[in-house]
């Protein structure tokens, strides 16, 4: 299984961290073990002094496919989830200056939180699912997928021009603003129309 991730898909974001508008989607992997086990806290890495979350909708692909048009994409996954990207800001920051990619600074081990899925026949709408952040009980980030610069299909189209997807496989799809550092003791909290997708402890 792969975790495609994608960056730049919000116009806020894209403001707080002064970075220049895509005018394609902005794409990276993380490896499997990137995945945190479920259950399990987050642990900072010895290698950074700034972890930041970034709270994602997730989609899991259900069917092999490649060169999907996105009219069709919608065939591809039918659950949507909640996760997290974590990302040593500090390391992205070096690697970015030299123009250097972002692996370190994004799949390291634990990089990637993968909650829990609901049925997409849940939502009225896919193009207007809000969703939240919290740490310590205070809201830290909110998003609505209708702020995308990509909505899923179009991203289910792109990335699948260049990657085969997988059954299993995982897209995140995008971090809205509001993204800052953990610290140990944290406790984040991920909703999907206040509905809890996962719960995670800071180390
Ligand atoms: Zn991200």
Redesign the pocket.
Known sequence: MKII???RNYTKHIEELQNERPSEPVIFLKPDTAVLPKNMPFFIPDFSDDIHH?V?ILVRINRVGKHIEPQFAHKYYDEIGLGI?F?ARDVQAKLKEKGLPWEKA?GFDGSAVIGNFISKSEFESLQSIHFELTNNGTSVQTGCTSNMLWQIDELISYVSQYFTLKIGDII?T??PEG?AKVNINDVLEGFIEGKQMFRIQIK
Do not use: A, N
């Open positions: 991730c994608i960056g970034e994602e990207d990302t994004k995140f995008g971090t993204v």
